[in-house]
């Protein structure tokens, strides 16, 4: 086990601050992120904080810490309830369709990090337990069947997102005449006639959305854990309310650092990255950001547009704090630089017969203590030394993956111009010291790409054959036709063939109301 690093700071949105970064109990550093409430298809705001938290886990670990991520899933909620409303299908039904099409876009993303993904409706003993010691301890009171959290109880209540008491405002409708301050929040609420729900002390109900996350990240990394990270739309009321049930709950911090990433806006001008763009509050962010209300979806369509890889570099191309400027130009434009370093790699291997993506023949190092080494003499590996010195310190700098991108271009200019300069191509002596110094500096390159988790397989390309894609989008919808057309029948046993068959195949059918859409998986 390497010594994790001591150079890293991290930005707390708690005290507003850059702070060094020291997890409770090194080398182990607990991470939790807020997932989704999958009642809809992921669309690629979704993604902004699974690439995120993705890196950061790879880099802490690259460091020399031990992190555990946790990413929960919402399988229970109101959106949920009136998606499965609208659909006439069981919330469950609904829930692990896309909780599959999430986890696709995942993989798709690269995002392959994550520990542990539970699911709400996988934790109601925990729920119940936790809003009965909330009860006990005076935090929380009952009301015909609902429960709610007292505000005016935690004097700490508004410390996140600064806000006072007076400014906080709850749950409308029937749970407002039932609260004792507009503020207060529900922990627990009672079922409606037809509605999903569970057995608890307070009758037939189900919980809020803020405990479940609570009970969460309290059974998995305990009461108090390293960061906790989420968009900054979910600042309040979302982890407000999380803070401080998990504190009152336990008399102790939830989480030492708490992490917030920009979101994602689909309008707007100036250049995607870069010194131009600016943190912004909770509630511009929240007026901006790509949502499902706004129309916004289809990441896999998406990505089958331009890889996922292509999306993923797309990304932490911006500083996680700032807002990300999504536009089909900014994501042809990454692709255009992505193809820079494809070229690189082709030559690389024609000149050594090493593949940039095969790990074990090029052998990089696996921690930053591994990675360091003596160049010597050598003018091309100086270079390379402090490359990789810009790199390492603009992670330490609240993961800057937007600079450490920069250096990587660096990078790329660098190995062009010593190539063009050695004349090195194929039948190059591979013994020869230009090569051998060509080989350590890509290998020193690829320790640090696969922090960032990119380039870890060769390039797929985007799109595709526009003939081959129309094609296959006719005969998915003719096997759709046939299935509709056997369930008419009442030959269930066709159409549940039909539907089995095309999933083995990669094709995923959804059934909605307005009628049956296709994805891969």
Known sequence: ??????????????TKTKEPFEPLSPPAVGIYLCGPTVYAES??????G?????????????SGYQPTWVVNITDVDDKLINKSKERELPVSQIATEMTADYMANLRELGVNQIDFMPRATDHMPQIIGFIERLIEKG?????????????VKDPNYGQLSNRSVDDQQGEGGEAAAKKRSSGDFALWKSAKPGEISWDSPWGRGRPGWHI?????????????????GGGLDLMFPHHENELA????CHDAPMVKYWMHNGLMRSEGKGKLGGKGDRE??????????????????????????????RIRFFLLRTHYRSTILYSEAGLEEAGAALDGFYRLFERFEEITGISYYDDDGLKPAKTRSEGEFDPGKDALLEQVHSLREKFVAAMDDDFNTGAAISVLFDWLRLLNRYLNENTLAKGADTSSPEVVALIAAVRSMKELTNVLGLFGKPP????????????LDKTIHLLIDLRKEARERKDYATGDAIRNRLGELGVALLDKKEGTSWELT
């Open 1 to 14: 086990m390497t010594k994790p690093a001591s150079q890293l700071r991290v930005y707390n949105t708690l």
């Open 43 to 48: 669309h690629i705001g979704h993604m902004v």
């Open 212 to 228: 479940e996350c609570s009970a969460m990240s309290h059974e998995i990394l305990g009461k108090t854990f390293d960061i906790h």
């Open 460 to 471: 797929v390309a985007g799109g595709g054959d526009e003939v081959a894609q129309e094609l």
């Open 139 to 151: 935090h929380a009171y009952e009301v015909d069947g609902d429960v709610f959290f007292d505000v």
């Open 50 to 62: 699974p690439v995120i938290f993705d890196t950061v886990k790879r880099y802490l670990r690259y």
């Open 280 to 309: 912004e509050s909770a509630e511009e962010a929240a007026a901006g950001k790509i949502s499902r209300s706004k129309g916004d979806g289809g990441l896999s369509a998406l990505i089958r547009r331009h890889t996922g890889t």
């Open 245 to 248: 049930q998990s504190g009152c």
